[in-house]
């Protein structure tokens, strides 16, 4: 069973970068795509961007292309979402997941499992 742990998030202004950092257990990492998701408060979960087992395709929500990038490390068993030119509106907690399927990638949150803890985002204007 995967465990996923993030950190890398704070407070940072508008216009600045982070890099989230999500590390998992199993050894069956490389198996699985790995999704990045938000939450704002009184807001649904949301997806931001997903890295397939290999690494080889990325996708993103339209709110963060161009402006956010995931990165995997299978050999570190971690995957990485590197934040640029970040908005107010990015303020959110951001959790990673595995995929409920190995070998398969969707945008669908209730296909992830494996949620990590969370960590926050706050972008200050």
């Known amino acids: 069973q995967v465990q996923l742990v993030e950190s890398g998030g704070g407070l940072v202004q508008a216009g600045g970068s982070l890099r989230l950092s999500c590390a998992a257990s199993?050894?069956?990492?490389?198996?699985?795509?790995i999704g990045w998701f938000r939450q704002a408060p009184g807001k649904e979960r949301e997806f931001v961007a997903a890295?397939?087992?290999?690494?080889?395709?990325?996708y993103y929500a339209d709110s963060v292309k161009g402006r956010f990038t995931v990165s995997r490390d299978n050999a570190k068993n971690t995957v990485y979402l590197q934040m640029n030119s970040l908005k107010p509106e990015d303020t959110a907690v951001y959790y990673c997941?595995?995929?409920?399927?190995?070998?398969?990638?969707?945008?669908?949150?209730?296909?992830?499992?494996?949620w990590g803890q969370g960590t926050q985002v706050t972008v200050s204007s």
């Open positions: 997941a595995a995929h409920n399927r190995p070998y398969y990638w969707d945008a669908k949150t209730f296909d992830y499992g494996h």
């Open positions: 199993a050894r069956t990492f490389s198996m699985y795509t």
């Open positions: 890295i397939t087992w290999t690494g080889d395709n990325t």
